[in-house]
T-cell receptor, first 111, second 113 residues
Framework: GENVEQHPSTLSVQEGDSAVIKCTYS??????FPWYKQELGKRPQLIID?????GEKKDQRIAVTLNKTAKHFSLHITETQPEDSAVYFC??????????FGPGTRLSVLP | IAGITQAPTSQILAAGRRMTLRCTQD?????MYWYRQDLGLGLRLIHY???????GKGEVPDGYSVSRANTDDFPLTLASAVPSQTSVYFC????????????FGSGTRLTVV
């Protein structure tokens, strides 16, 4: 089955700097890769996703890149703000299967 | 109801007791899921349902059961709670199984003592 690894487990950046979180997956048939943000005590919320026919997708300060050959995808947050502090989860799925989530990255944006 | 609703918000339960966590969605999503999230760990799938009338086992199904009598409701039952089931439980739904983002409920914090 699918296995998703996520690095780093914790990340601290200064406000205004960029943050990058990387995930690798094992199933080459996986074709949908969402990212979720979970603030303390809150539910996970979808912030961006990418499908396997696209290499990059942007939404304001966040972007996701996908390298199908290497089987990894990354979340990029630019101009970080304190409200970006949260736990971020990546996930992967092959159409018709359930999501496999990565273990999460705790991002702290220091003012 | 707007989106997906879970009840109760939190519960303290004596070991050995039976408990049902409720989950209701009004988005007419076909697929629904139950995850548990333990401190320091990610989300682990307990059970899922791709459509009303069907259910399946996830990564950690032991000690839990589900039913899907209709599209909107997906209750999770702990037949005889044990302390290792202390966790935060999230219900989620998606338009269909697979390539669609999940919408999560607000979670149920369960403590088994």
């Amino acid at each position: 089955g699918e296995n998703v690894e996520q690095h780093p487990s914790t990340l601290s950046v200064q406000e205004g700097d960029s943050a990058v979180i990387k995930c690798t997956y094992s199933d080459s048939a996986s074709n949908y890769f969402p990212w979720y943000k979970q603030e303390l005590g809150k539910r996970p919320q979808l912030i961006i996703d990418i499908r396997s026919n696209v290499g990059e997708k942007k939404d304001q300060r966040i972007a996701v890149t996908l390298n199908k050959t290497a089987k990894h995808f990354s979340l990029h947050i630019t101009e970080t703000q304190p409200e970006d502090s949260a736990v971020y989860f990546c996930a992967a799925t092959n159409y018709g299967q359930n999501f496999v989530f990565g273990p999460g990255t705790r991002l702290s944006v220091l003012p | 109801i707007a989106g997906i609703t879970q009840a109760p918000t939190s519960q303290i339960l004596a070991a050995g007791r039976r408990m049902t966590l409720r989950c209701t969605q009004d988005m007419r999503h076909n697929a629904m899921y139950w995850y548990r999230q333990d401190l320091g760990l990610g989300l682990r799938l307990i059970h899922y349902s791709n459509t009303a009338g069907t259910t399946g086992k996830g990564e950690v199904p032991d000690g839990y059961s589900v039913s899907r009598a209709n599209t909107d409701d997906f209750p999770l039952t702990l037949a005889s709670a044990v302390p290792s089931q202390t966790s935060v439980y999230f219900c989620a739904s998606s338009e269909a199984q697979g390539n669609y983002g999940y919408t999560f409920g607000s979670g149920t914090r369960l403590t088994v003592v």
